[in-house]
């Protein structure tokens, strides 16, 4: 558990990118942080209906707490924002959160922004409301943690790598509070379950998806189509190609690394896969999306 010790820091990271928009266009990190403060010892007090950053009008605030709380008000209401919880803020957002004199808060967070970051967050928070319910053992905190950690590791990370691992947090994040998952049976659920946490893993098959939900290849199979609609191979195939597309339409990543994120073993044949299955080349579809968002 990465924050169980005090090994690493109680501190901000260094800047997740230089700040080139030309970098990332639609996911652009800025920083992030793993802080640990008291009311006595500093004042905590954010309006954030005019809060900027660093010349961005707008930007995404995730804060996820680890431990104590801090009072928050949202369209006249008060409550309070405790362990495993978190603060979603697209901002400048109509709100006010703020530390008692009494109080400890620690909370572990990352700002980024972009246009596609900031449609995705509002979309969320429109829907679920600005303070989420997450377990610490989900895969958006996890990928959190993993964002601090290698920003914290000594070597500036890559922003491209950043921006997917955003994307993944952004995606995992709409899953779990905008899309609705019809009831499948446990079996079902769980590889399911084990697939959306390492989507990018080429290993993922009949067989290892069988193995994930604890049934024979066969049984599974034929309980997969019953329930889902697909085959176990071609629900793998249609789930890697949404995902190589909207990194393609949502990252500037290279065309190699979105193969080798969406669960491709090698660049050619990701590039002919995506071809037969949408009738056009990747570099085509970028170029396209590139044109049509002028």
């Known amino acids: 558990m990465l924050f169980g010790s005090r090994k690493l820091p109680l501190a901000f990271s260094p800047p997740l990118t230089d700040g080139s928009h030309e970098a990332i266009s639609d996911i652009l990190p800025l920083q992030s942080g793993h802080q640990l403060e008291y009311g006595w010892r500093r004042k905590i007090d954010w309006d954030n209906s005019g809060r900027t950053r660093r010349g961005y009008k707008n930007y995404v605030l995730f804060q996820y707490t680890l431990k104590g709380g801090v009072n928050f008000r949202f369209e006249g209401r008060e409550t309070m924002v405790h362990a495993g919880q978190a603060l979603f803020l697209p901002l400048p957002h109509e709100s006010r959160y703020w530390l008692p004199e009494d109080g400890e808060w620690e909370w572990l967070w990352v700002a980024f922004t972009g246009d596609t970051a900031l449609k995705i967050s509002r979309e969320i928070v429109s829907h679920a409301g600005p303070v989420l319910d997450i377990g610490r053992s989900e895969l ?12 914290c590791d000594g070597e500036s990370p890559s922003p491209f790598h950043t921006s997917a691992l955003l994307y993944r947090f952004l ?8 899309d609705r998952q019809p009831a499948y049976p446990p079996a079902v659920s769980r590889a399911l379950a084990e697939f959306r946490q ?9 067989d290892t998806l ?12 034929r309980l997969f189509r019953q329930t889902v609609g697909l085959t176990p191979g071609n629900y793998l ?4 190609m949404k995902r190589a597309m909207e990194l393609l ?10 193969a080798a994120l969406s669960g491709f073993r090698g660049h050619t044949y990701f590039c002919a896969a995506f071809k037969k299955h949408y009738g056009y080349s990747p570099g085509a579809c970028r170029y396209t999306t590139n044109i049509s968002s002028k």
């Open 210 to 221: 069988a193995q994930a939900a604890g049934l024979s290849k066969y049984h599974f199979a």
């Open 140 to 151: 958006p905190i996890r990928l959190l943690q993993q964002i601090f950690a290698e920003a």
């Open 249 to 258: 339409s949502f990252t500037q990543l290279p065309i190699k690394q979105i």
């Open 171 to 178: 995606m995992e994040l709409s899953r779990m509070f905008l």
């Open 237 to 240: 195939t249609e789930s890697r």
């Open 198 to 206: 390492r989507p990018e893993d080429p290993d993922w098959n009949l």
